[in-house]
Every structure is written in structure tokens, then in C-alpha cells.
């Protein structure tokens, strides 16, 4: 079975490559991809992995009835299985599903302390047990947090190489079009990923048979794996109503007004029954909170109304396997992820933001008259970001962007399936570059400018000395390829015709 190549690889490695580094704790979903993951890293960069696994080896809870410290708990580890090889500063220690065992972590201070060792935990759920975990080690450790893979892993469970990543990046911030076979690439993958979502499991599946050959039935394995952690895990009411919830985010997300309402999971639910639930399948990583704003202003937190906001799935694909199933033949047979009322593309994007960092913000105006999808933080630029379907009119981010009470806010982004452009202060972008939207804007500098109007039409907010020096190197200006309105700018025909010139020429 082939090893899918994982982001977290290079983080494992800078963890231990870092000077002094502490007990690492990776937290994660289940079914993530943690343990293998932890696991080649081990058997790629250590003479010994000493792996134990607290919810199939139940025996090696004992290894603290003597104590704490490093050496009485390796102590007991040889004393159980004399066969693991413990030499020090050539072993990692793995202990892996520790919310079977929580009191370990009471090891992992003397385990820092003492420094022979490297110490890696890790385990399904542990968001929902990290505050007694965190609170044991007394933060004498490292946490990582672990996602299901994102389109750029896919790609490259799909053979495909770096390159065709890095050339999109260096088209979003030159702000120039995608070439056609570039477009066409990132599309037709990007159709297989929504539906698949990011599961290695399931990714593995798809990758190794070419074909959706079964896939569909290990998504909803993992689905139904979360509702059996909900009646493992949890006691009484709050076992129902967890499940409620989580059963409630798809028909949330098909709503027109897609804040998460309570009255929608039971009839007469009151937020202080409710408020926890919601909680506990966030910790689990199972979706993912996006607050509503207070007002469109930085700094994003702490500037939020607790009791708005929208739930989203952390993983697409397993949002789509919970679908009816007329609107799954929908998605599958005719590729319209854009129907539903626009409720997988928010969730596509909320995911590609997590995945990349971002914490989730969106904001609604009282008077319901302006709402905008998300906002990120782009240095002192506030950077609204709406998400649509197709390639429609932006009402509401171009108040945002022109309006003067808004002063945090001077350009936006939007979403469409369609390419890269830029038009009057908005950065159209396709769905399928979501995940490179933070090193994106990294490199993107806007010009600081007090004035709020908008810029003329076609106008590049990277030209000149704020342009990124990769962007200054290439000689020639733009015509936007996903304008504001309509087709957008030159129009997909005359878009394609230039990306097969300029391949010509390179």
C-alpha cells in the first residue's frame, strides 16, 4: 500500500530538527491520517519506533503505577514487552489514541525534562479531552493540529508534481489567468476532490483504481465511525442532541440564511441545552465554527457575536456522503456543484481556509441587507471574501470595498468558477485555488491608497514598487480574466486563445 504524501511530513520534521523540542501532541479527527503518518515519519528518522496504542494494548496502561518520570515509565514499558529496543536519542515513543488514557500526559513533562526521548501522542478526539490533557502536561509541550488532506495533497496522490502548484501561485500574484491546460487540469480534479473530499482512506482508494469504485461506502464507514464516537464518548441527553447537530449541518448549509439555527435541530432548543453540542463536535474536528462579525473591522478576534454563526463540515466529501440521494446523483451525474443554494462551494472554501490556518469570519448586516461570506486578515487590509456559484454580481463586497465606513477595507476577493482576474479592487479567483489563497497573500501587496473609489477598470493594484519582486520580473501588463460582472473581462474564448499563445512561446 503506497504512503500518501502529507504536509504534516515537513512539519514532523522541523519538530524534530528544532532545538530542545518538546513532547509533541498532534491532534486531529479520526481517521485523519495521524497515525501513519506519525508512523513513516518515525521509520524514516529513528533506529527505533517503541509504538503503543492505548486502546488496542490496553496492558500498557500500567506503565505509570510507579510513577511519572521518564524512567519509571520506561521502566514498565520494557517490563511488558522486553522485546522494544529503548536507546537513548535514537527512539521515538508513540503513543498513539491517548484519549483512551489521558493520565500519560502526565509523563510527558518529566519526559522533556530528561531529553533522551522523543515523545509524539496523538489520538482520535482529542479536541474534545484536550483541556484535562493540556491542563495534565502543565504546557511542557508541542501541539500540531492534523486535517483530512487538501487539494494539494490530492494532487499529488494523483501523480501530479509540484509544478502545476507552484506555476498557479505565481499566476494568483501576478493576477493573470490560469493557462488553458493549467484551468482545465485544476478543474476536472478539483470536481473529483469536492465529491471525494480529503480522507486518505478514501483519496487512496480513488487514486489507486482510477475510478469512485467504493468510495462512497468508506465515506459513509467514517461518517457512521463519528456517530459511534458520540454514543462512546458521550452520556446522557447531550448524546442525542450531539447527534442532532451534526445531523442538521447539511440541511443548515441548503438554507438561503445559512446561520446555524437551533430551531432547526429541535423544536423549542434553547442555546444553553445546545451551546455545548455544538462545541463537542468542533473539538472533535468533525466541522468547523465560522462567527459572525460584529462589525467588518480589525482585529477579527474577540470581534464576533458568540451566538451567530454558521457550522461548517471540516470535510467536504463526507458533507456530500450525508446528502440525499437525488441531490448526490445531481453532484455525481451532472457536476452541479452549484446548486443547492450555493452550500458546497461555502463549505469547499471554509474548508480550503481552515486547512490553510485561517480562523472563520463572515458577517451580516442587522437589516440582513449586506452579508458577506468570509473575511481574512492581509496585513492592515481587512479582506472580505465572497463565494459564488458562477461568475455573479458582487453587491455586497463592492459596498464594502467603496463604502467609507468601512475603512479597514480597501479590496476584495471573490471565488468563481472561472479564471484569475482583477477589476475594480476585486481579486477573482477560481474555486479550485482556494487552498493558496494565504501564501498568496504573502507575496500580494496592494498599493496603500486613502481613497476608497474604485480603481479603473483592468487597473493592476500590484504594479509598481509594491509588486512582489517575482511579479516585477516578468515584463508585460494584464487584461483581467474574471472581471466583476458578467463572462468577466476578455471572456473564456479570447482567455484560452492567449494561454495556448503564450505556451507556444514558452
Not at 483541556?131 to 502543565?138: D, E, L, N, T
Not at 462551494?345 to 474548508?351: D, K, L, Q, R, T
Request: aromatic share 10%; charged share 30%; hydrophobic share 35%.
Amino acid at each position: 500500500m503506497a504512503y500518501l504524501r502529507r504536509k504534516m511530513d515537513d512539519r514532523l520534521l522541523e519538530w524534530k530538527r528544532g532545538d530542545g523540542h518538546l513532547p509533541l501532541i498532534v491532534k486531529g479527527a479520526r481517521q485523519v491520517g495521524k497515525t501513519e503518518t506519525i508512523r513513516r515519519f518515525g521509520q524514516s528518522n529513528y533506529e527505533n519506533v517503541v509504538e503503543i496504542n492505548f486502546a488496542t494494548q490496553p496492558q500498557f496502561r500500567a506503565i505509570v503505577a510507579d510513577g511519572y518520570t521518564a524512567r519509571d515509565v520506561l521502566r514498565n514499558i520494557s517490563r511488558i514487552d522486553p522485546s522494544l529496543r529503548l536507546s537513548s536519542g535514537r527512539t521515538l515513543l508513540f503513543f498513539d489514541e491517548i484519549q483512551e488514557f489521558p493520565d500519560i500526559a502526565t509523563a510527558l513533562k518529566p519526559f522533556a525534562e530528561d531529553g533522551r526521548f522523543d515523545v509524539i501522542c496523538s489520538g482520535s478526539l482529542l479536541g474534545v479531552h484536550y483541556k484535562r490533557i493540556s491542563h495534565i502536561a502543565v504546557g511542557r509541550q508541542t501541539e500540531l493540529d492534523m486535517h483530512s488532506m487538501d487539494f494539494e495533497e490530492f494532487l499529488w496522490a494523483c501523480g501530479y508534481g509540484q509544478d502545476l502548484v507552484d506555476e498557479a501561485l505565481a499566476r494568483i500574484v501576478e493576477a493573470r489567468p490560469l493557462r488553458e491546460v493549467d484551468f482545465s487540469v485544476l478543474s476536472a480534479r478539483f470536481l473529483d476532490y469536492c465529491i471525494l473530499g480529503g480522507m486518505p482512506a478514501v483519496v487512496r482508494q480513488y487514486a489507486e483504481r482510477g475510478s469512485f469504485e467504493q468510495t462512497l461506502d468508506i465515506q459513509r464507514q467514517i461518517v457512521a465511525g463519528y456517530r459511534a464516537d458520540v454514543r462512546k464518548y458521550v452520556e446522557g441527553l447531550d448524546q442525542a442532541r450531539i447527534l442532532k447537530v451534526f445531523e442538521s449541518i447539511p440541511a443548515q448549509l441548503a438554507k438561503e440564511n445559512k446561520k446555524f439555527q437551533l430551531s432547526k435541530v429541535a423544536k423549542g432548543a434553547r442555546f444553553k441545552d445546545y451551546g455545548g453540542c455544538v462545541e463537542w463536535i468542533c473539538d472533535a474536528g468533525i466541522a468547523r465554527k465560522c462567527h459572525c462579525l460584529s462589525f467588518p473591522e480589525l482585529p477579527l478576534r474577540g470581534n464576533f457575536d458568540p451566538d451567530r454563526f454558521k457550522l461548517y463540515m471540516a470535510d467536504s466529501g463526507l458533507l456530500v456522503s450525508m446528502l440525499d440521494d437525488e441531490t448526490q446523483l445531481d453532484i455525481r451525474a451532472n457536476r452541479n456543484l452549484g446548486g443547492w443554494k450555493g452550500g458546497l462551494y461555502e463549505n469547499i472554501v471554509a474548508e480550503a481556509l481552515a486547512k490553510s490556518g485561517y480562523e472563520l469570519y463572515y458577517w451580516k448586516r442587522e437589516d440582513s441587507t449586506l452579508e458577506e461570506d468570509f473575511f481574512v486578515r492581509a496585513g492592515d487590509d481587512l479582506v472580505p471574501v465572497e463565494v459564488k456559484a458562477s461568475r455573479g454580481r458582487s453587491q455586497s463586497l463592492r459596498e464594502l470595498i467603496t463604502r467609507d465606513r468601512y475603512p479597514d477595507i480597501r479590496w476584495g476577493i471573490k471565488f468563481i468558477s472561472g479564471n484569475i482576474g482583477f477589476e475594480n479592487r476585486i481579486l477573482t479567483l477560481p474555486h479550485c485555488v482556494a487552498f493558496l489563497l494565504r501564501r498568496a497573500l504573502s507575496d500580494l501587496r496592494v498599493n496603500p491608497t486613502s481613497a476608497k473609489e474604485p480603481l479603473p477598470a483592468h487597473a493592476n493594484p500590484w504594479e509598481g514598487a509594491n509588486r512582489p519582486t517575482a511579479c516585477r520580473q516578468r515584463e508585460g501588463r494584464f487584461r483581467a480574466g474574471g472581471g466583476e460582472d458578467g463572462d468577466g473581462g476578455e471572456g473564456l474564448a479570447a482567455q484560452n486563445a492567449k494561454g495556448r499563445k503564450e505556451r507556444e512561446n514558452h
